[in-house]
């Protein structure tokens, strides 16, 4: 949960805890790296299919990936097939629409178990929105198979309210869905406890690796449980609000790149 706006605690910047850090990585025989995409890896664009991993960090996660006893993984509200073109890289972990569908060990793809009827039920609320929201500029919704995605960012300020009105009034009546908010997004998905913490969870059994030799990166709400699941790991929250249950903050993008390089140093010295 998000602390209260009068907490004065901040969450320390990553580089205050380097040696703490440097000292997990060498001790190690297997570290989990798990990250968020947009607004962690790839900087937030004005549209959302604008966003791109940068070149460099392409790079630095090509080379954590190559390093010895690291297990990549990421974990997106984009959808799957989205996430696995944007990121690029082979051998990892992926999960999309926030865990709802994710690689199994063999590379196939699996998805969480929800209702039947929740398929038919986002149809109906893609036609629903579609018309109710077709007088609001700036408002798109991105169909994400199992999910849609409201996308307001582009839509001017004072209407943001009547956005989130019309897509509550129209998902409550399916029983099957349930919205949630994401980065001036609202997010339509079945009704179900499965989130990125639960993906997370997953990927960490699957993999045999313990919670407390796992660090997670994210900037949004969804991010916050993930990082639940890692109470005894290492969590970084990008942003600059500090208020998050990260143990550490990373300033953005590039901060995040700055950590990868970092942790790749750290990881092929040991
Ligand atoms: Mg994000």
């Given amino acids: 949960m998000r602390r209260g706006f009068f907490m004065l605690t901040m969450t320390p910047h990553w580089t205050e805890r380097c040696e703490e850090i440097r000292a997990w990585l060498a001790a190690l025989p297997q570290v989990f790296i798990g990250s968020d995409f947009d607004g962690t890896l790839a900087p937030l664009q004005p549209n959302a299919n604008d966003v791109r991993l940068p070149d460099l960090t392409r ?5 954590l990936a190559a390093c010895p006893g690291v297990v990549l993984a990421f974990i997106s509200g984009r959808g799957l097939a989205d996430l696995r073109r944007r990121v690029d890289l082979p051998g990892v972990l992926y999960a999309g629409n926030h865990g709802l569908e994710m690689t199994a060990p063999d590379g196939t793809t699996v998805l969480a178990p929800a209702p039947a009827s929740a398929g038919s039920a986002v149809r109906q609320v893609q036609a629903q929105l579609t018309a109710a929201l077709a007088h609001l500029p700036g408002v798109w919704i991105e169909d994400k198979h199992i999910t849609l995605s409201v996308h307001y960012r582009q839509a001017d300020e004072v209407r943001h309210p009547e956005v989130e009105l019309i897509v509550r009034d129209v998902v409550c009546s399916h029983p099957d869905l349930e919205v949630r908010p994401a980065r001036r997004i609202w997010e339509v998905r079945p009704a179900i406890a499965w989130d990125k913490g639960s993906v ?5 059994d699957e993999s045999g690796i313990p919670s407390n030799a796992a660090a997670f990166m994210g900037d949004d709400v969804s991010d916050f449980d993930a990082f639940r699941e890692l109470p005894d790991g290492w969590t970084f ?5 500090h208020r998050s249950d990260a143990r550490l903050h990373l300033t953005d993008p590039q901060d995040t790149a700055d950590l990868l390089r970092w942790i790749v140093e750290q990881r092929a010295a040991s």
């Avoid at 790079?59 to 080379?63: C, D, E, G």
Wanted: glycine share 6%.
């Fill in 59 to 63: 790079v630095l996660l090509q080379r």
């Fill in 237 to 241: 929250a990008v942003g600059t609000d």
């Fill in 200 to 204: 997370l969870r997953r990927f960490l």
